[in-house]
C-alpha cells in the first residue's frame, strides 16, 4: 500500500527492555522524522534524517536511537524503555524540493501508541 | 528559539457559526507556516500552509488561514463549523534559513469542539 505505515500499532513492554518502532513510506522522500505526543507538550520532534545514512537530533532526543540504511525505512529504537517513555509516537516524511521554492508539507503516519509499565 | 504558541486549549462552536482557532509564533526571519488536524486515534492530517505571498491562504475541507506578520499570527478560520470538524489542531512554524532542515515546531494544539 502508498503512504507511510508504522508498526506496530500499540505495545505494551516492560522498564528496561528494548523497544524497535518501524515506519516505511513509499513516496521515497528525502525526509524523515520521529514525534512523541504527550498530553499539554504537543508534539515534539525526537530525531530526523534528511537522508539514508544522515541523522540529526531532535528535541527530545536522550534514551533513543535511529538508523537510516534505506530511504524507505526509519526505525526508532529505545535501548533500555523507560516509564517516562510512555508516548503515542509518530513517524513522519517529506519531500526535498518544490518547484519554484517553497517547502513541502509532513505527511504523518498512524502513530504506535507505546506503554511503559 | 523558535516557538509556536497556542492560545486556548479548547475552542467550542455551534454548528453553522464561524469559527477561529488562534496561533502565534516567534521565530528569526520569516517562517513558513502550517495547519494540522488530527481526528481520535489518527495521525495528523494537512490542512495548509503559507509560504509568501496572499495573506490569506485556503486549504483542505473548507479551512483558511490569515498570516498577520506584524502580529506575528496564523489564525485558522473557517466561515460556516460543521459537526465534523471537532478535533485537535497543531499550528506548526519551519523557521527559514535551511540550516534548520525540514523540521517543524509544532504548538501545543487546540481541541475544536462544534456543537450541534
Known amino acids: 500500500d502508498a503512504g507511510i505505515t508504522q508498526s506496530p500499532r500499540y505495545k505494551i513492554t516492560e522498564t528496561g527492555r528494548q523497544v524497535t518502532l518501524m515506519c516505511h513510506q513509499t513516496?521515497?522522500?528525502?525526509?524523515m522524522f520521529w514525534y512523541r505526543q504527550d498530553l499539554g507538550h504537543g508534539l515534539r520532534l525526537i530525531y530526523y534524517s534528511a537522508a539514508a545514512d544522515i541523522t540529526d537530533k531532535g528535541e527530545v532526543p536522550d534514551g533513543y536511537v535511529v538508523s537510516r540504511s534505506k530511504t524507505e525505512n526509519f526505525p526508532l529504537t529505545l535501548e533500555s524503555a523507560t516509564r517516562s517513555q510512555t508516548s503515542v509516537y509518530f513517524c513522519a516524511s517529506s519531500g526535498s524540493y518544490v518547484a519554484g521554492g517553497g517547502v513541502n508539507e509532513q505527511f504523518f503516519g498512524p502513530g504506535t501508541r507505546l506503554t511503559v509499565l | 528559539a523558535q516557538s509556536v504558541a497556542q492560545p486556548e486549549d479548547q475552542v467550542n462552536v455551534a454548528e453553522g457559526n464561524p469559527l477561529t482557532v488562534k496561533c502565534t509564533y516567534s521565530v528569526s526571519g520569516n517562517p513558513y507556516l502550517f495547519w494540522y488536524v488530527q481526528y481520535p486515534n489518527r495521525g495528523l492530517q494537512f490542512l495548509l500552509k503559507y509560504i509568501t505571498g496572499d495573506n490569506l491562504v485556503k486549504g483542505s475541507y473548507g479551512f483558511e488561514a490569515e498570516f498577520n506578520k506584524s502580529q506575528t499570527s496564523f489564525h485558522l478560520k473557517k466561515p460556516s463549523a460543521l459537526v465534523s470538524d471537532s478535533a485537535l489542531y497543531f499550528c506548526a512554524v519551519r523557521p527559514i534559513p535551511m540550516e534548520y532542515g525540514n523540521k517543524l515546531v509544532f504548538g501545543a494544539g487546540t481541541i475544536l469542539r462544534v456543537k450541534s
Open positions: 513516496w521515497s522522500h528525502s525526509y
